[in-house]
């Protein structure tokens, strides 16, 4: 293993520091901000909307209380009974997140990137 694997690299959004793993997560969850996540969305060729603002929000949320990053099921299942039965689909996440759900969720929400996701 060379002595950058385990070197983060630094990130500076409007004047503040975020510190990321080697795959570009947020180090620290505390120092998460809006700013940082409409960044790192449009590097990905994202506008957040309102829909992905909610799922963010729910994602830091559910860390808060877990300790973890939901997973997709936990995700749909929010969808179902918090938005709109209707929407509460993988396939609806994937609308929303094209590059994979619980990465990119996790990756906005200045979570650490899930250990299982689609």
Partial sequence: MSDTANQSAVL???GEEYRLDQAG?????????KAFAEYMAAKQGLELTPDHWQLIEFARHHYARYDDSPPMRALVKWV?????????????????FPDGPGKQISLFAGLPKPVSCI
């Fill in 80 to 96: 179902q009974k918090e938005l709109d039965e209707g929407k509460g689909s993988s396939r609806y996440l994937y609308l929303l």
């Fill in 12 to 14: 500076f959004i409007q």
């Fill in 25 to 33: 997560y947020l180090l620290n969850h505390l120092c998460w901000k």
